[in-house]
């Protein structure tokens, strides 16, 4: 039977860190009361020496104590957050009166985080029946976007079905590319084997992948960075135009709740090369012919424009650092954009 809306519901929405929402965003949205970020666990490994555990410290420490340690050679490991983790968030959430939660997490092909939240939603006060938790399969900003979709539509419909749709057909229509410069930042995670990490350094393979099916899929292997970039652009621009072309024949697109336009780009992220990301995001814009962005990275703007340029809406907050749980086994440099 579903669940039938009642005027006096209260829904949460929860998520973890490897949506990739910018700190600040999450900052804003967490002081409205209904939102909830589960920090993933990331600790950094140095052989005869203790480990090193990052939590409790803050954005800017952690994403410095990535990249130092990408720099030096060190294990960077993540796991994820434990069912009593997830059980005390849902608690909290319920003494504050909240009647449901609805939980969207990395795709449980990548991590088991959803079934953390699974057993964590069994041992909360709210049970099973109170928590709706989603497999997004997907990772970074495409389901980063849904979770601001669905916050959006509480708005509007307090209706944790509806919520859950949504969340769902945005993560299912969201398209993402990423680019990683080297494999080493994955060999050291056990992601690839050391043999294809050595093949990949030998022949300067810089893969560019995506997510299909809830699992990581590398689409090409190019050999020099400059290629890797070009055809990055290429088929993000690709990813713009299909989606444009798909809304246009199918008119149940714009039902998402202050969903954009379709065949945009909603989430740029990137490895300690933000200005590189801004530069990549820019020559998108070019080749769909909307013009350049005047863009700073790592803050927000509603809209800018230089001297010959187009005048752009920029999404706040659209630039972000890929977050330590994924950036962690991408390395530095790496690059990723989502299309919706």
């Given at each position: 039977m579903g669940h039938e809306n009642n005027a006096k519901d209260r829904i949460a929405v929860v998520t973890d860190s490897a949506a990739a929402l910018h700190p600040e965003l999450v900052?804003?949205?967490s002081a409205r009361g209904n939102f909830v970020v589960v920090p993933m666990p990331v600790t950094i490994r140095t052989p005869g020496a203790e480990d090193r555990s990052?939590?409790?410290?803050?954005?800017?420490?952690?994403?410095?104590?990535?990249?130092?340690?990408?720099?030096?050679g060190q294990t960077v490991s993540t796991s994820g957050p434990a069912p009593g983790a997830f059980a005390d968030v849902y608690d909290e959430l319920a003494s504050r009166g909240f009647t449901h939660v609805v939980s969207v997490h990395l795709s449980g092909e990548l991590s088991g985080t959803v079934e953390s939240a699974r057993t964590g939603a069994r041992l909360s006060r709210l049970g099973a029946e109170g928590v709706s938790v989603v497999d997004s399969r997907t990772v970074a900003g495409a389901y980063g976007y849904a979770v601001l979709r669905a916050l959006e539509l509480l708005e509007e419909?307090?209706?944790?079905?509806?919520?859950?749709?949504?969340?769902?057909?945005?993560?299912?229509?969201?398209?993402?590319?990423?680019?990683?410069p080297t494999l080493d930042a994955l060999r050291r995670g056990g992601r690839v084997s050391p043999a294809l990490a050595m093949v990949g350094q030998m022949f300067q393979i810089k893969p560019i992948g995506t997510i299909s099916q809830g699992k990581l899929t590398y689409v090409e292997r190019p050999r020099t960075a400059a290629r890797?970039?070009?055809?990055?652009?290429?088929?993000?621009?690709?990813?713009?135009?299909?989606?444009?072309?798909?809304?246009?024949?199918?008119?149940?697109?714009?039902?998402?709740?202050?969903s954009d336009t379709p065949g945009e780009v909603v989430a740029v992220h990137h490895v300690g090369n933000a200005a590189q990301a801004v530069q990549l995001y820019e020559r998108v814009q070019r080749l769909l012919g909307e013009g350049s962005l005047s863009h700073s990275a790592g803050t927000?703007?509603?809209?800018?424009?230089?001297?010959?340029?187009?005048?752009?809406?920029?999404?706040?907050?659209?630039?972000?650092?890929?977050?330590?749980?994924?950036?962690?086994?991408?390395?530095?440099g790496a690059v990723a954009m989502v299309v919706y």
């Open positions: 900052e804003r949205l990052l939590q409790g410290l803050g954005a800017a420490e952690v994403d410095e104590a990535i990249m130092l340690a990408h720099v030096m419909d307090p209706n944790p079905e509806r919520v859950v749709e949504c969340m769902r057909r945005v993560c299912e229509r969201a398209t993402l590319y990423f680019y990683i890797a970039l070009d055809r990055f652009v290429e088929l993000t621009v690709q990813a713009c135009r299909e989606h444009r072309h798909a809304a246009a024949l199918d008119a149940s697109t714009d039902a998402v709740p202050g927000s703007t509603g809209s800018a424009s230089g001297e010959g340029s187009v005048a752009l809406n920029i999404p706040e907050f659209l630039v972000s650092s890929l977050p330590p749980v994924l950036s962690a086994h991408s390395g530095l």
